[in-house]
């Protein structure tokens, strides 16, 4: 595709002492169809006091997740040149799907995160200062599709197949099969990083949004009343 055009990315939010520093995962091709499941919880069951419950009710917000693949070639990232060229000539694709991988396992991984060990020019401290985080959490992501999808996600399944190696058997071309999950205002109640006022914004934003879209359908409504008329 010829000209400028936006790319989806996930961008994964690392907290520090003083900024929190993002690993973006940008989309190298965007992916040309996607898969945009919805889930309805079931009624909550009936209390002790009742016989039957109201089938109706709900206990919270549908679930929503997304799945994809994304292409990666490092052929392409090589010929446009610059420091991911440079990149991709020495690592093939495999920094991309490192970065993807990184999204499945706890920040707080024998402290070994992406950025585990924070230095004095981030926190102030000595060189071995450590960043601190609850056991077993993963930080914060948002996926990124447009000025009108920013949702607050966590990747729940990753499946790569590599197709093409270089002489090292270092991956240059591959897709990789993403599943993410949005986070619920719920959920993120439990977020307690300092990135959790973004991650509301972010849900409250894109649903908003949805709202004013569904209001905008009314139009199609009456247009199709009007057509069901027999007059």
Same mark, same amino acid.
């Given at each position: 595709?010829?000209?400028?055009?936006?790319?989806?990315?996930?961008?994964?939010?690392? #907290?520090?002492?003083?900024?929190?520093?993002?690993?973006?995962?940008?989309?190298?091709?965007?992916?040309?169809? =996607?898969?945009?499941?919805? !889930?309805? #919880?079931?009624?909550?069951? $009936?209390?002790?006091?009742?016989?039957?419950?109201?089938?109706? %009710?709900?206990?919270?917000? #549908?679930?929503?997740?997304?799945?994809?693949?994304?292409? =990666?070639?490092?052929?392409?990232?090589?010929?446009?040149?610059?420091?991911?060229?440079?990149?991709?000539?020495?690592?093939?694709?495999?920094?991309?799907?490192?970065?993807?991988? =990184?999204?499945?396992?706890?920040?707080?991984?024998?402290?070994?995160?992406?950025?585990?060990?924070?230095?004095?020019?981030?926190?102030?401290?000595?060189?071995?200062?450590?960043?601190?985080? #609850?056991?077993?959490?993963?930080?914060?992501?948002?996926?990124?599709?447009?000025?009108?999808?920013?949702?607050?996600?966590?990747?729940? %399944?990753? !499946?790569? !197949?590599?197709?093409?190696?270089?002489? @090292?058997?270092?991956?240059?071309? $591959?897709?990789?099969?993403?599943?993410?999950?949005?986070?619920?205002?719920?959920?993120?109640?439990?977020?307690?990083? !300092?990135?959790?006022?973004?991650?509301?914004? $972010?849900?409250?934003?894109?649903?908003?949004?949805?709202? $004013? @879209?569904?209001?905008?359908?009314?139009?199609?409504?009456?247009?199709?009343?009007?057509? =069901?008329?027999?007059?």
């Amino acid at each position: 595709m010829s000209g400028f055009y936006l790319r989806g990315a996930i961008v994964e939010f690392m #907290p520090t002492p003083l900024i929190p520093i993002p690993n973006i995962i940008v989309f190298q091709y965007n992916p040309e169809t =996607m898969s945009h499941a919805w !889930t309805q #919880p079931e009624a909550p069951k $009936a209390g002790p006091n009742q016989t039957t419950t109201n089938p109706l %009710a709900v206990e919270g917000n #549908p679930g929503e997740s997304f799945s994809f693949t994304l292409s =990666m070639d490092a052929a392409d990232s090589i010929a446009d040149g610059g420091a991911s060229g440079a990149l991709a000539s020495v690592t093939g694709i495999a920094s991309r799907l490192a970065a993807l991988e =990184m999204l499945l396992f706890p920040s707080s991984d024998s402290e070994k995160g992406l950025l585990g060990t924070v230095t004095a020019a981030l926190g102030g401290g000595g060189a071995s200062q450590k960043r601190k985080v #609850p056991a077993s959490t993963i930080n914060t992501c948002l996926f990124v599709w447009g000025p009108g999808r920013i949702v607050p996600v966590r990747l729940t %399944a990753l !499946t790569v !197949t590599e197709r093409i190696y270089d002489t @090292l058997l270092i991956p240059v071309k $591959a897709e990789a099969q993403v599943t993410l999950r949005a986070l619920t205002d719920e959920e993120l109640k439990h977020n307690t990083d !300092t990135l959790k006022d973004l991650a509301n914004v $972010a849900n409250t934003y894109t649903h908003g949004l949805r709202q $004013a @879209l569904a209001v905008a359908n009314l139009v199609n409504a009456a247009d199709s009343i009007l057509g =069901m008329l027999p007059i």
